[in-house]
């Protein structure tokens, strides 16, 4: 199974919805993180988390809201989705440690489109 | 802005040659280098990496070359295989929080 999985992997919706992407991990890292890529413009950190009870905003968290309901599960919400959300979304881990450590795995993403 | 560019969109390369990917940064406080691959429909994997304090780093058939005074980086594959065909990101990070910054990705296409 994979390490980090992300639901759902594909969404359409429409304007004005709530959506929310979930992630989930079983590397038992503290870290995880929050990216949409567009083309062009390669990764771009939303949110990330240092552990349960650390929230931090990234380069582009205007329209976003997060939730880390345990060391596993992080969430992503878009309260009002719009077209230009319309993006590729990779949920990340790390362990945190530093040096080589600081590898992060992604999960599979979720392209999400907004009509 | 960006602090991660990767000013080549895409990148063509002959089966058995060397394929050369060029990143370039502003950051000079960024201590650590990654590069990731990403094939379509997949999350992008880690490759490989290098210390601000190595100026090489090699693991099997790629090598990572850090030029700090240019503020350079550069991933040679060498000899290139098809399932190198891919999408390459250059990747930055500065200790102690150690947050990723990405550039925009070169994709590789290997022609046999």
């Known amino acids: 199974d994979a390490d980090v999985t992300q639901t759902p992997r594909n969404r359409i919706t429409k304007t004005g919805k709530r959506i929310m992407l979930e992630c989930s991990q079983t590397?038992?890292?503290?870290?995880m993180y929050w990216y949409r890529q567009d083309p062009g413009l390669g990764l771009q950190l939303i949110y990330y988390?240092?552990?349960?009870?650390?929230?931090n905003k990234g380069e582009i968290s205007d329209g976003y809201s997060v939730s880390r309901q345990a060391q596993a599960k992080f969430s992503l919400s878009l309260e009002s989705a719009i077209p230009n959300q319309t993006a590729l979304y990779f949920c990340?881990?790390?362990?945190?440690?530093?040096?080589?450590?600081?590898?992060?795995?992604f999960g599979p993403g979720t392209r999400l489109t907004v009509l | 802005d960006q602090q991660v560019k990767q000013n080549s969109p895409s990148l063509s390369v002959q089966e058995g040659r060397i394929s050369i990917l060029n990143c370039d940064y502003t950051?000079?406080?960024?201590?650590?280098f990654l590069w990731y691959k990403k094939y379509p429909a997949e999350g992008p994997t880690f490759l490989i990496s290098?210390?601000?304090?190595?100026d090489k780093n090699e693991d099997g058939r790629f090598t990572v070359f850090l030029n700090k005074s240019a503020k350079h980086l550069s991933l040679h594959i060498v000899p290139s295989q098809p399932g190198d065909s891919a999408v390459y990101f250059c990747?930055?990070?500065?200790?102690?929080?150690?947050?990723?910054?990405f550039g925009a990705g070169t994709t590789v296409t290997v022609r046999a």
């Open positions: 988390s240092f552990d349960v009870k650390d929230i």
């Open positions: 590397k038992g890292h503290d870290r």
């Open positions: 990340a881990t790390s362990s945190g440690r530093g040096g080589v450590y600081n590898e992060q795995f």
């Open positions: 990747a930055a990070s500065e200790s102690p929080d150690y947050k990723l910054s």
């Open positions: 950051n000079s406080m960024f201590d650590y």
């Open positions: 290098i210390s601000s304090i190595k």
